[in-house]
C-alpha cells in the first residue's frame, strides 16, 4: 500500500518495510513471544495489502468553512488532514470524498466531529455522523436527501440521542470453506474490521474442529461470526454473550443461514459457569437442557483483557480448548495457566491489522 500519509498518520505505524516487511517483523516478534510455550509451526493468514478494513473511524476537523477528515498524528501532537486513506474498504473510499463535500454543501456540519464508516462486502454502507449538538427534523430532512443520493444507511448521533435514516445495520457475506455465510452487523458494535482475515480465521478455526464432534459450548460469541460456521461441526453449540444487541443479531445470523443447532444464551462467562455448576439459576436459561449437554469442547474469544485465572481453570475442564485472542500478550498469559493440564497442538497468525502492531492469534490445546 502506498500512502502519502505514512510518517504523519498515527493509524499505520510499520510502514517503512512494506506489506511484506512489516508482516516478517511481527511473525518474528511473536515467534519469540511464544517460543517458552511452543516451538513448533505457526500458521500465518495474511491480509491484502491495501483497500481491507470494512469499518473506519474519522475526526470530522473544521478549517474555517472547509470539512476535513482527521487522524491523529503519529507522534500525537495535533492530527493529519487526509487526502486519502488507501486502508479502507473500496465501498467506503468511493464513498467518504463525495459524501463529505455534500455533508458540507447541505450545511451539515455545524458542531459535527466524526464519521464513522461501516460496509459490507456486498454494498450496503452505514455511516454515523457525531455531533455536539441536538439534531432537529431540518437534519433529518438533509439526512434522507442524502441516503437518497448515495444509496446507504446514515445515523446520527449526539448526547443520548440516535437518529437512523435507513437501516443501523449491513449485511456482510463471508466465502468460507466453500459456502456463503450472510451476517448482520450492527452499526457501533464490535464487527471484524479485516472481511478478507476473518474469513482465513474462520477457516482455520473450522479445521481445528476436523473429526472431534459432540456438542460445542462457546464463550464471547458476540453476533455468532464463528458460532454459525461452527455449528456445521457439532451436534449443538451453546453460545453465550453479554450484549443484548449482540445476542438479537446473533439469533437473526443464525435464522439467515438457516442454522438450527444452536442456543444463545444472554450471560456473561462467570455468570454461565454457575449456571452449570448449579451455583444459581438464572431465567434466561429456562427451556436449556444444560446436562443434557455432553460440552468436551470450548471456543473462547475474549476482550483485549484475556481471561482471568477462574474463566481459565473452567475452560482447562475441556478437553479440547480453542482460544482467539487479539491481544498476544495476555493470551500468553493464559497460556501459561492452561498448558498446565494441556498441550498445545496448534498455533495461527492472522493479520487483521496492518500496518500496526497488533496481531490476532489463534491456539489449539487438547488435554493431556
Known amino acids: 500500500m502506498e500512502c502519502r ?43 491484502a495489502d491495501s483497500h481491507y478494513r470494512s469499518r473506519a473511524e474519522f475526526k470530522v476537523w473544521h478549517v474555517g468553512d472547509a470539512l476535513h477528515y482527521a487522524m491523529n498524528s503519529i507522534d500525537r501532537d495535533g492530527v493529519v488532514l487526509l487526502e486519502e486513506c488507501p486502508m479502507v474498504c473500496g465501498a467506503i473510499e468511493a464513498l467518504m470524498w463525495p459524501l463529505l463535500d455534500a455533508v458540507a454543501e447541505a450545511e451539515m456540519g455545524h458542531k459535527l466531529f ?42 446520527g448521533r449526539s448526547r443520548k440521542q440516535k437518529e437512523i435514516v435507513g437501516s443501523d445495520h449491513v449485511i456482510e457475506s463471508l466465502d468460507v470453506g466453500g459456502r456463503t455465510y450472510r451476517f448482520k452487523q450492527i452499526e457501533n458494535s464490535f464487527t471484524q474490521p479485516n472481511a478478507g482475515v476473518n474469513a482465513k480465521m474462520i477457516g482455520w478455526a ?16 458476540g453476533a455468532g461470526n464463528f458460532t454459525i460456521p461452527f455449528a456445521a461441526k457439532f451436534e449443538r453449540v451453546l453460545a453465550t454473550e453479554i450484549s443484548k444487541a449482540s445476542i438479537h443479531a446473533a439469533k437473526t445470523n443464525m435464522t439467515l443461514n438457516g ?31 444444560l446436562p443434557s449437554y455432553h460440552l468436551n469442547t ?68 487438547k488435554a493431556r
Open 5 to 47: 500519509h505514512f510518517g504523519k498518520c498515527g493509524s499505520c505505524r510499520l510502514y517503512e518495510q512494506g506489506y511484506e516487511g512489516q508482516l516478517a517483523q511481527k511473525r518474528s516478534e511473536l515467534e519469540a513471544l511464544f517460543a517458552p510455550l511452543y516451538t513448533g509451526p505457526f500458521d500465518l493468514a495474511a491480509s
Open 114 to 155: 466524526g464519521m464513522d464508516f461501516l460496509a459490507g462486502r456486498d454494498g450496503d454502507v452505514v455511516v454515523s455522523m457525531l455531533y455536539h449538538r441536538r439534531l432537529d427534523d431540518a437534519w433529518r430532512a438533509k439526512a434522507e436527501a442524502l441516503r437518497a443520493r448515495f444509496g446507504i444507511s446514515i445515523i
Open 206 to 221: 473450522l479445521k481445528q474442529f476436523e473429526g472431534i464432534g459432540g456438542d460445542l459450548l462457546e464463550l464471547y460469541c
Open 259 to 289: 442454522v438450527e443447532n444452536i442456543d444463545f444464551v444472554r450471560m456473561s462467562s462467570e455468570e454461565f459457569v454457575q449456571a452449570l455448576d448449579g451455583v444459581r439459576a438464572f431465567n434466561r436459561m429456562q427451556g436449556i437442557d
Open 298 to 365: 470450548i471456543f473462547v474469544d475474549p476482550p483485549r483483557s484475556g481471561m482471568d485465572e477462574a474463566s481459565c481453570d473452567f475452560a482447562a475442564r475441556h478437553r479440547n480448548i480453542l482460544y482467539i485472542s487479539c491481544n498476544p500478550e495476555t493470551l500468553k498469559r493464559d497460556l501459561e495457566y492452561l498448558v498446565k493440564t494441556h498441550d498445545i497442538e496448534a498455533m495461527a497468525m492472522f493479520d487483521q491489522f496492518p500496518y500496526t502492531h497488533h496481531m490476532e492469534m489463534g491456539v489449539s490445546l
